[in-house]
Every structure is written in structure tokens, then in C-alpha cells.
């Protein structure tokens, strides 16, 4: 696995881990990054990831999408 950060832009990877407090994983679960869905970057902008999850773009800053772990 790895940080979904280390994805390069229109890569598409399944989500197998979510690392953090319980209140962070809730958070990222109610935007939909939830174990087991695909997750496409779609553009990094100076320190955010753009992310396409669920039919749904989300805006993550590096840090939280570096929480996300996915399959390579």
C-alpha cells in the first residue's frame, strides 16, 4: 500500500486503508473515502489533491489525503 498522495494525476486506485483519529476516518467516510472504493486523482494544486470519489470531486489538502491508503 501506499499514500495516496504518491498516485500521479488520472490514476485510479482502490482504497484499503484509512490511518488517523476516529473523528478524521468519520470525516473522510462521510465524503465518501471509505475502504474498498476507487478513488481517480485528478489534478494536485499547491497542497491540495483533487480527487474524484462516488461520482463526487473533493478537494483534500496533503495532509488528510496522505491518511488515505491505497493498493497499488
Known sequence: MMPLTMAGNGE???IGKI???DQIRQHLA???FVVGAEV???NEITGSVI???KDSRVAL???MAN???VDM
Open 61 to 63: 489538502d496533503r495532509s
Open 12 to 14: 485510479t486506485h482502490t
Open 67 to 69: 491518511r488515505i491508503m
Open 40 to 42: 481517480t486523482v485528478l
Open 19 to 21: 490511518t488517523g483519529k
Open 30 to 32: 462521510e465524503l465518501g
Open 51 to 53: 480527487l474524484a470519489v
